[in-house]
């Protein structure tokens, strides 16, 4: 399943991990994982909230301890180097933690200081970043004044003040409007594109499909699965899947005869998923048996049906 | 639009752990001053009136009573040389307490900076200094504008008297440190904050020998005397400021307890501000 080892394509490694675990009491948070991360990877966690994805990232921030297992980011050990790994990331935490008081400038400013950059490095740096997070004409704004998307923008501006090795996002777009996301989606393409590794965590399939070239499917703890977005696709499912609705009561009613039409399928309270390469046939199929379905959608395979195949469970509940 | 990529060279480039190693508690303190900066001009107003007000009420209104009943004055001289020292020092206290306890609620909890502090190189221990080095640049200001006060109301004397700075800066920082890192391990910490204010730092004011000596008062009161850093400072200031009498046992014992409070607050504040952010 994971790709320890010597460096995979010839890529430096910069995050090994094995049998990485973190307990809080009774409470296994990651349970003995197994993961490498190359320069220039975009590499995600998916997993529904509480997977473990969070916890694993603060692990490689160097500010939580681990209980067991070994981890090395930059081939050092964190809970020894803690700073000397940390001067080389770029931290989006889940939730924004920017100084509401100062103005955008001064947040980035600030940021760039505790990296022990000299003024006039962090002076020209912060032009740069004001115009890629495109908040120019928010400069001497209070942080406070700002919208959501905005001060998400702010956090990874401030991240990249030190160019980083390694760009570290907890959730990037979680609570952001449509418009807001792709912005930001944006502009993580184009860092990815500039070849800054990312590590991403996330519970949506979209962003994971639009940012991240390698995923670890993370659910309680464990890892369910690791690969391209593709290669889990094709892997844990079928190229189309047909979804069905007849009814809160029906939909369980049927079940038998339409599992029986095609690879596999998925009971939801309020629809009925199916698994097949050629969904219209099987649509056909499902119609001519006598079973009219209120609503029918046929549409391609997504990471979540691979998460709803491997746990399952929805990633968003 | 048009957006320019970013330059970069890379942080294994352009980042010198050493240094910040060697800095980190400096650049805490300098965004923490940055931070206050934005209300310098309530600062300078706030370190410049509260001198006034306590010296033209209690100073000089209570002295003319107290002064007017006892030939000599108090410890054998005026009413407001023998506040001076005690006043002084329990502004600063008082003023290093806030600045090195709310900054805390702020940092781990309202807005979770120090979060994103050590989501840097900078480590727990460089947070705690570097606010600590901040609150107390704040009350060196404070406490140089407060001497310069009693000094044109009369209130001190002499060059010997510039002592009372570093004295009482001394104090002030034993106490901060201390009740920074309570405050950092505590975890309701905004209602400890409020009962730190009324319990602790009220009655330390009231009860330290501040407006009149502390053998006046009953064994049981004295205690609280005893414990609060503001009595050592007090009794010392008073040394240096008129000579008041103290035995060298007492000026050892004085200076020890602020030292022995000033190291166990850097161990108690250190370990938490770890600790907590390591949570």
Same mark, same amino acid.
């Given at each position: 399943?994971?790709?320890?080892?010597?460096?995979?394509?010839?890529?430096?490694?910069?995050?090994?991990?094995?049998?990485?675990?973190?307990?809080?009491?009774?409470?296994?948070?990651?349970?003995?994982?197994?993961?490498?991360?190359?320069?220039?990877?975009?590499?995600?966690?998916?997993?529904?909230?509480?997977?473990?994805?969070?916890?694993?990232?603060?692990? #490689?921030?160097?500010?939580?301890?681990?209980?067991?297992?070994?981890?090395? #980011?930059?081939?050092?050990?964190?809970?020894?180097?803690?700073?000397?790994?940390?001067? =080389?990331?770029?931290?989006?935490?889940?939730?924004?933690?920017?100084?509401?008081?100062?103005?955008?400038?001064?947040?980035?400013?600030?940021?760039?200081?505790?990296?022990?950059?000299?003024?006039?490095? #962090?002076?020209?740096?912060?032009?740069?970043? *004001?115009?890629?997070?495109?908040?120019?004409?928010?400069?001497?704004?209070?942080?406070?004044?700002?919208?959501?998307?905005?001060?998400?923008?702010?956090?990874?501006?401030?991240?990249?003040?030190?160019?980083?090795?390694?760009?570290?996002?907890?959730?990037?777009?979680?609570?952001?409007?449509?418009?807001?996301?792709?912005?930001?989606?944006?502009?993580?393409?184009?860092?990815?594109?500039?070849?800054?590794? *990312?590590?991403?965590?996330? =519970?949506?399939?979209?962003?994971?499909?639009?940012?991240?070239?390698?995923?670890?499917?993370?659910?309680?703890?464990?890892?369910?699965?690791?690969?391209?977005?593709?290669?889990?696709?094709?892997?844990?499912?079928?190229?189309?899947?047909?979804?069905?609705?007849?009814?809160?009561?029906?939909?369980?009613?049927?079940?038998?005869?339409?599992?029986?039409?095609?690879?596999?399928?998925?009971?939801?309270?309020?629809?009925?998923?199916?698994?097949?390469?050629?969904?219209?046939?099987?649509? =056909?199929?499902?119609?001519?048996?006598?079973?009219?379905?209120?609503?029918?959608?046929?549409?391609?395979?997504?990471?979540?049906?691979?998460?709803?195949?491997?746990?399952?469970?929805?990633?968003?509940? | 639009?048009?957006?320019?990529?970013?330059?970069?060279?890379?942080?294994?480039?352009?980042?010198?752990?050493?240094?910040?190693?060697?800095?980190?508690?400096?650049?805490?303190?300098?965004?923490?001053?940055?931070?206050?900066?934005?209300?310098?001009?309530?600062?300078?107003?706030?370190?410049?009136?509260?001198?006034?007000?306590?010296?033209?009420?209690?100073?000089?209104?209570?002295?003319?009573? %107290?002064?007017?009943?006892?030939?000599?004055?108090?410890?054998?001289?005026?009413?407001?040389?023998?506040?001076?020292?005690?006043?002084?020092?329990?502004?600063?206290?008082?003023?290093?307490?806030?600045?090195?306890?709310?900054?805390? /609620?702020?940092?781990?909890?309202?807005?979770?900076?120090?979060?994103?502090?050590?989501?840097?190189?900078?480590?727990?221990?460089?947070?705690?200094?570097?606010?600590?080095?901040?609150?107390?640049?704040? %009350?060196?200001?404070?406490?140089?504008?407060?001497?310069?006060?009693?000094? /044109?109301?009369?209130?001190?004397?002499?060059?010997?008297?510039?002592?009372?700075?570093?004295?009482?800066?001394?104090?002030?920082?034993?106490?901060?440190?201390?009740?920074?890192?309570?405050?950092?391990?505590?975890?309701?910490?905004?209602?400890?904050?409020?009962?730190?204010?009324?319990?602790?730092?009220?009655?330390?004011?009231?009860?330290?020998?501040?407006?009149?000596?502390?053998?006046?008062?009953?064994?049981?009161?004295?205690?609280?005397?005893?414990?609060?850093?503001?009595?050592?400072?007090?009794?010392?200031?008073?040394?240096?400021?008129?000579?008041?009498?103290?035995?060298?046992?007492?000026?050892?014992?004085?200076?020890?307890?602020?030292?022995?409070?000033?190291?166990?607050?850097?161990?108690?504040?250190?370990?938490?501000?770890?600790?907590?952010?390591?949570?």
């Amino acid at each position: 399943m994971s790709t320890i080892g010597p460096a995979a394509g010839g890529k430096e490694p910069l995050i090994i991990a094995r049998g990485l675990r973190k307990e809080y009491g009774d409470f296994t948070a990651v349970d003995g994982i197994d993961f490498q991360v190359n320069r220039g990877d975009s590499f995600g966690f998916l997993g529904p909230n509480g997977a473990g994805k969070s916890t694993t990232m603060r692990i #490689i921030a160097a500010t939580l301890t681990r209980s067991g297992g070994d981890i090395t #980011i930059l081939g050092k050990d964190p809970e020894v180097r803690g700073p000397e790994i940390r001067a =080389h990331l770029g931290v989006v935490p889940q939730q924004d933690n920017l100084d509401n008081s100062l103005t955008v400038e001064d947040n980035l400013y600030v940021y760039g200081r505790y990296f022990g950059l000299s003024k006039k490095f #962090i002076h020209g740096k912060i032009e740069e970043l *004001l115009a890629f997070a495109q908040l120019e004409e928010k400069r001497g704004v209070k942080v406070e004044a700002l919208s959501g998307g905005m001060k998400r923008r702010l956090t990874i501006a401030r991240a990249l003040v030190s160019e980083p090795e390694i760009l570290m996002l907890d959730e990037p777009t979680t609570g952001l409007d449509p418009q807001a996301r792709h912005i930001l989606w944006d502009r993580l393409f184009r860092l990815k594109e500039q070849g800054v590794t *990312l590590l991403i965590t996330t =519970h949506y399939m979209d962003e994971a499909e639009q940012l991240c070239d390698r995923l670890m499917v993370m659910d309680k703890g464990r890892i369910m699965a690791e690969d391209s977005p593709a290669n889990l696709i094709k892997t844990y499912s079928t190229k189309e899947v047909l979804e069905v609705r007849f009814g809160s009561d029906r939909n369980a009613q049927f079940a038998d005869q339409l599992r029986s039409m095609c690879d596999r399928i998925e009971v939801l309270p309020d629809r009925v998923l199916m698994y097949s390469d050629d969904c219209e046939t099987l649509l =056909h199929n499902v119609v001519s048996k006598g079973m009219q379905p209120t609503t029918s959608l046929v549409r391609r395979s997504s990471l979540e049906d691979v998460f709803l195949r491997l746990t399952g469970r929805s990633l968003v509940e | 639009m048009a957006i320019s990529d970013l330059t970069r060279r890379g942080s294994l480039q352009i980042i010198d752990v050493a240094k910040i190693l060697r800095n980190g508690s400096l650049y805490v303190a300098e965004a923490r001053i940055r931070n206050l900066l934005q209300w310098k001009w309530s600062i300078v107003g706030e370190a410049v009136a509260n001198p006034m007000f306590y010296l033209l009420s209690i100073g000089i209104g209570i002295g003319k009573i %107290v002064n007017s009943h006892q030939s000599v004055g108090v410890d054998g001289v005026k009413y407001l040389t023998f506040l001076a020292p005690a006043l002084l020092a329990a502004t600063c206290i008082q003023g290093a307490v806030g600045e090195a306890t709310h900054p805390v /609620l702020e940092g781990f909890k309202w807005q979770k900076g120090f979060f994103a502090m050590n989501a840097t190189p900078i480590t727990g221990k460089q947070i705690a200094n570097g606010v600590l080095l901040a609150a107390m640049t704040r %009350v060196t200001f404070g406490c140089v504008v407060y001497f310069s006060a009693l000094y /044109l109301f009369g209130a001190v004397h002499g060059l010997h008297s510039l002592w009372l700075i570093p004295l009482t800066l001394f104090a002030a920082n034993s106490f901060a440190v201390l009740m920074m890192g309570i405050c950092a391990a505590i975890k309701n910490d905004d209602l400890f904050l409020n009962m730190v204010q009324r319990f602790l730092i009220m009655p330390l004011f009231l009860f330290s020998g501040t407006f009149y000596s502390l053998s006046s008062m009953p064994k049981f009161l004295q205690i609280i005397g005893w414990a609060s850093p503001l009595w050592h400072a007090t009794e010392v200031g008073r040394w240096i400021s008129y000579g008041h009498h103290i035995s060298h046992g007492a000026l050892l014992f004085h200076f020890s307890y602020m030292a022995i409070m000033t190291i166990v607050g850097f161990k108690v504040a250190h370990h938490h501000f770890v600790k907590r952010l390591a949570k």
